[in-house]
T-cell receptor, first 112, second 110 residues
Framework: DVKVTQSSRYLVKRTGEKVFLECVQD?????MFWYRQDPGLGLRLIYF???????EKGDIPEGYSVSREKKERFSLILESASTNQTSMYLC???????????FGDGTRLSIL | GENVEQHPSTLSVQEGDSAVIKCTYSDSASNYFPWYKQELGKGPQLIIDIRSNVGEKKDQRIAVTLNKTAKHFSLHITETQPEDSAVYFC?????????FGTGTRLQVFP
C-alpha cells in the first residue's frame, strides 16, 4: 500500500515565522503535490513537482515555496507566515501523470 | 482553465437508500475523472475513477457514469450504510493537474 506521511498533524505558528511542512512517500513516485483545503473551496493546488529538483507553480503559489532534494521528500515552505495561511495542508504523490494521486492525512496549520 | 462544479454540497439519506453526487467540468480535453472519499481527520482516499474512453464503471455498491457530450460525471452509491458518511470530492484532469470540485458532505442516517 502507498504511504504518504506528513510529519505533523497539527501545527501552531506565529505571523512572520518561516514554516516548514514535510511530506514523505514510500512508493518511489515521480510526482508530488501540495494542496490546501478550505471549507467550501475544495482542494487547491499550491505547487507540484514532476521529479527531483523540479517544481511547478499550481493555482495559488503566492506566499509559498517548495523544495524537493530527494525523490521521496517534498517540503512546503511558508516564507513569512500570515493569518490567511491558516488551513489544512495536504500532500499527495502519484507514479506519473494520469494515475491516481495518493494523499497523506494532512497538517492542520494555525497561524496566530 | 478547467473548472469543476459539484452538487449538492450536502446530502442526507436513510440507510439503504441510494445517493447520487453530480459534477460538471468545463475543459473538453479532460480525460481522467477520480472520486475521493474523505473521512473526518483523514486525507482523501480514492474510491473509484473513470477514463474518457469508458461510459460507466462499477465497483460493488459504487458506480460512476460519464457523459462526455454534456461534460457531466456522477457518483452513485447504492444500499448506503452509516460508514458511507463522509465528504466526497470529484476531480477532472487533462493528464497533468487534478482540478477538484468543492465537495459533498454525505450523511447516512441509521
Amino acid at each position: 500500500d502507498v504511504k504518504v506521511t506528513q510529519s505533523s498533524r497539527y501545527l501552531v505558528k506565529r505571523t512572520g515565522e518561516k514554516v516548514f511542512l514535510e511530506c514523505v512517500q514510500d512508493m518511489d513516485h515521480e510526482n508530488m503535490f501540495w494542496y490546501r483545503q478550505d471549507p467550501g473551496l475544495g482542494l487547491r493546488l499550491i505547487y507540484f513537482s514532476y521529479d527531483v529538483k523540479m517544481k511547478e507553480k499550481g493555482d495559488i503559489p503566492e506566499g509559498y515555496s517548495v523544495s524537493r532534494e530527494k525523490k521521496e521528500r517534498f517540503s512546503l515552505i511558508l516564507e513569512s507566515a500570515s493569518t490567511n495561511q491558516t488551513s489544512m495542508y495536504l500532500c499527495a504523490s502519484r507514479p506519473f501523470p494520469n494515475q491516481p494521486q495518493h494523499f497523506g492525512d494532512g497538517t492542520r496549520l494555525s497561524i496566530l | 482553465g478547467e473548472n469543476v462544479e459539484q452538487h449538492p454540497s450536502t446530502l442526507s439519506v436513510q440507510e439503504g437508500d441510494s445517493a447520487v453526487i453530480k459534477c460538471t467540468y468545463s475543459d473538453s480535453a479532460s480525460n481522467y475523472f477520480p472520486w475521493y472519499k474523505q473521512e473526518l481527520g483523514k486525507g482523501p482516499q480514492l474510491i473509484i475513477d473513470i477514463r474518457s474512453n469508458v461510459g460507466e464503471k462499477k465497483d460493488q455498491r459504487i458506480a460512476v457514469t460519464l457523459n462526455k457530450t454534456a461534460k457531466h460525471f456522477s457518483l452513485h452509491i447504492t444500499e448506503t450504510q452509516p460508514e458511507d458518511s463522509a465528504v466526497y470530492f470529484c476531480a477532472a484532469s487533462t493528464g497533468d493537474k487534478l482540478i477538484f470540485g468543492t465537495g459533498t458532505r454525505l450523511q447516512v442516517f441509521p
